[in-house]
């Protein structure tokens, strides 16, 4: 019998910056093939998205954050031609959810996932763009450590068994926004909310600075599909991936649980659901 392999696509180029950490903890998680793609291979039908169980969206700075982050890489999945054919490589992630893929946008990856509308994806719509991620309140780029709620009653296949996280962001523009208040009463009821910034003394969701590093409503840091298999965060869990990426490592025994867990999940699912 032909051994059975998760694979996982990792995507690169135009100012992508995190693809091999990113690649480095989905093996470390388990995945047996691991592949990182420069997005012009994918526009010139050299590899396709569909062929992965996983797709990892990494962070960075896709095409230099010009006319804001991720807008024109968005630009790039949803109008440029696969070579030589009629199909996008926004059909070709389609096609991957419909066949019950898996997809994580991390920072770069999560403000991609919702300027394509992939992100919130109210009743299986995955092209209306509904919620954005801009500048952050501070007005500047923000690189530490944030302390994260997890919402257990989240479909959300990543985050299952995880109450809190503390893990480390690094960006400009993180700030989630709303078109209006029924997206926000959506996102709450149908516990779309993955993940939200938290004071360290209350414990509780916070707006408030620092511990909520660009304003974002509600704290919200991540957000996932009504199915749970779409998933997006402004921190960067891949960069947590041993001990000793934590801060405290050397002072005190850490309890935080590794960002490798997320993906450990997803490869868990994949397996069992996938394979
Ligand atoms: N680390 C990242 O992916 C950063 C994302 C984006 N370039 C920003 O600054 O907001």
New binding site residues.
């Given amino acids: 019998m032909a051994h059975k392999q998760v694979k996982v696509i990792v995507t690169a180029g135009y100012g992508t910056n995190?693809e091999r950490e990113t690649a480095h903890v989905c093996r470390e998680a388990g995945a047996e093939k691991v592949d990182i793609v420069h997005l012009s291979e994918l526009v010139y039908g050299e590899k396709r998205l569909d062929d992965y169980h996983l797709l990892c969206l990494p962070?960075?700075?896709l095409d230099g954050?010009h006319l804001g982050?991720a807008k024109a890489g968005a630009h790039r999945f949803r109008y440029a031609k696969v070579k030589g054919r009629e199909e996008r490589l926004l059909d070709q992630i389609i096609n991957l959810i419909e066949k019950g893929g898996l997809i994580i946008g991390?920072?770069?990856g999560f403000?991609l996932l919702v300027k394509l509308g992939l992100l919130p994806g109210f009743n299986g719509n995955y092209t209306q763009r509904l919620t954005s991620l801009t500048y952050n309140d501070s007005g500047r780029?923000e690189d530490r450590w944030v302390k994260l709620r997890i919402n257990q009653a989240s479909p959300c296949v990543f985050t299952r068994g995880l109450k809190e996280m503390f893990l480390p962001i690094?960006?400009?523009?993180?700030k989630f926004v709303v078109k209006d208040d029924e997206v926000l009463k959506r996102l709450k009821a149908q516990n779309q909310i993955v993940c939200q910034y938290i004071h360290p003394v209350t414990g509780e969701p916070t707006t408030e600075y620092p511990f909520n590093p660009n304003g974002s409503i509600l704290g919200i840091a991540g957000i996932c599909d009504e199915t749970g298999r779409i998933f997006g965060l402004m921190p960067?869990p891949e960069a947590y991936n041993h001990p000793t990426n934590h801060p405290r490592w050397r002072r005190e025994e850490i309890k935080d649980p590794l960002g490798t867990v997320l993906f450990k999940n997803a490869i868990n699912y994949i397996r069992e659901n996938l394979l």
């Fill in positions: 995190c962070g960075g700075f954050d982050a991390i920072c770069n403000q780029f690094r960006h400009g523009e993180g960067h």
